[in-house]
């Protein structure tokens, strides 16, 4: 089974800094997609980013990136000029689509602070 | 573009009573997930539909958790009876399906039982 590791419970960043948020996963497959969805205390999740793994080369959404590593099973997220509206759970994903199937498999979090 | 809603918003009960929650998706998305997410954890798939069939439902308690999506639209999750370890966030997300298929979510029901 799929699993999805977010090694970091907590971080900190000030605002306009930049910050990266780790995310490792395992899997056999060689075709799937990642995602990191950002949940403020609202609780809706939101996508912040994603990428395919056939695509090498990395995501950008204005001030968020990625660092996707494929055969290291990595994928962080970076995050510049910090904002205060940034703090949030952060979530990163693994999707594996098998026929109409397509589960999203969630990390346990990355809770995001940002400080004046 | 409405986004997913979800109903109601909180909701506490004392085990073994039962408990329903509604979700209505984005128009036009034929995929809706129901997702579990216990405090402090990331959300777990519950079931998936695709239109009014279950894709996936290997992750569902069927002894006392079911769910229906009548024609296709507006999908209920319910609870029956509920126990102490049910108590967390319900969501609901729904996708158009083809391509990326990217999964917007509702702001979830949060479930407490006592």
């Given amino acids: ?116 | 573009e409405a986004g997913v809603a979800q109903s109601p918003r909180y909701k506490i009960i004392e085990k073994r009573q039962s408990v329903a929650f509604w979700c209505n998706p984005i128009s036009g998305h034929a995929t809706l997930y129901w997702y579990q997410q216990i405090l402090g954890q990331g959300p777990k798939l519950l079931i998936q539909f695709q239109n009014n069939g279950v894709v996936d439902d290997s992750q569902l308690p069927k002894d006392r958790f079911s769910a229906e999506r009548l024609k296709g639209v507006d999908s209920t999750l319910k609870i029956q009876p509920a126990k102490l370890e049910d108590s967390a966030v319900y969501l609901c997300a729904s996708s158009p399906g083809g391509g990326v298929n990217i999964q917007y979510f509702g702001a979830g029901t949060r479930l407490s039982v006592l």
């Fill in chain 1, 1 to 116: 089974a799929q699993t999805v590791t977010q090694s970091q419970p907590e971080m900190s960043v000030q605002e306009a800094e930049t910050v990266t948020l780790s995310c490792t996963y395992d899997t056999s497959e060689s075709d799937y997609y990642l995602f990191w969805y950002k949940q403020p205390p609202s609780r809706q999740m939101i996508l912040v980013i994603r990428q395919e793994a056939y695509k090498q080369q990395n995501a950008t959404e204005n001030r968020f990136s990625v660092n996707f590593q494929k055969a290291a099973k990595s994928f962080s997220l970076k995050i510049s000029d910090s904002q205060l509206g940034d703090a949030a759970m952060y979530f990163c994903a693994y999707r594996r689509d098998t026929g109409t199937a397509s589960k999203l498999t969630f990390g346990t979090g990355t809770r995001l602070q940002v400080t004046l």
